[in-house]
């Protein structure tokens, strides 16, 4: 248990669907992430938040829409989403400011888009 | 580009023998971090090795981080059939304080 919780853990959702994940962190950190993880690849940064605010879109397509309504918590919208959207989602959080410290990964949503 | 790169990508050892991994990254940092990954799961963060150091130890662990040669190893000692996993490694490229970014991975699988 790191003290980050993601829902759902896994998701099948159609092409057409909206859904959304969720992301709670209870350990006080300022900042957290969207990471996706497809097979055989890099773990890819999606979002930062930091105090809030959007810092960092690593060319995200739109069909995925972070919302960041207060330090504790991370959503992440999903609409008209394709195939290869099919992945791990990782979320995470850390407390930046100077050095960057270790970031704590929620256990995940593996989601599949049919 | 990546900023790290692990190696071996694959590494599969016996119970009680030491692995070793390597990661090498391209630009300055302020630090490297490893982490592990078991299969489906969040990452786990094992240790951060600051710029200014050569060495870290922790538990099994022991990193090593030589900055002219832009490398880090992973050495996990005695290992045991849970230590199957992925390793990565993760740079926050020297620039940026509020992100890391993560190389490939290396996959472990210790045989009991």
């Known amino acids: 248990e790191t003290g980050v919780t993601q829902t759902p853990r896994h998701l099948v959702m159609g092409m057409t669907n909206k859904k959304s994940l969720k992301c709670e962190q209870h350990?006080?950190?300022?900042?957290m992430y969207w990471y996706k993880q497809s097979a055989k690849k890099p773990l890819e940064l999606m979002f930062v938040?930091?105090?809030?605010?959007?810092?960092e879109n690593n060319s995200v397509p739109s069909r995925f829409s972070p919302e960041c309504p207060n330090s504790s918590h991370l959503f992440l919208h999903l609409h008209t989403l394709q195939p290869e959207d099919s992945a791990l989602y990782l979320c995470?959080?850390?407390?930046?400011?100077?050095?960057?410290?270790?970031?704590?990964f929620g256990p995940g949503t593996r989601l599949t888009v049919t | 580009s990546q900023q790290g790169e692990e190696d071996p990508q694959a590494l599969s050892i016996q119970e009680g023998e030491n692995a070793t991994m390597n990661c090498s990254y391209k630009t300055s940092i302020n630090n490297l971090q490893w982490y592990r990954q078991n299969s489906g799961r969040g990452l786990v963060h094992l240790i951060l090795i600051r710029s200014n150091e050569r060495e870290k130890h922790s538990g099994r662990l022991r990193v090593t981080l030589d900055t002219s040669k832009k490398s880090s190893s992973l050495l996990i000692t005695a290992s045991r059939a849970a230590d199957t996993a992925s390793y990565f490694c993760?740079?926050?490229?020297?620039?940026?304080?509020?992100?890391?970014?993560f190389g490939p991975g290396t996959s472990l699988s210790v045989i009991p």
């Open positions: 350990l006080g950190h300022n900042a």
């Open positions: 995470a959080s850390s407390q930046v400011g100077g050095a960057l410290k270790e970031q704590y």
């Open positions: 938040y930091n105090f809030k605010e959007q810092t």
């Open positions: 993760a740079t926050d490229a020297g620039t940026s304080y509020d992100k890391v970014i």
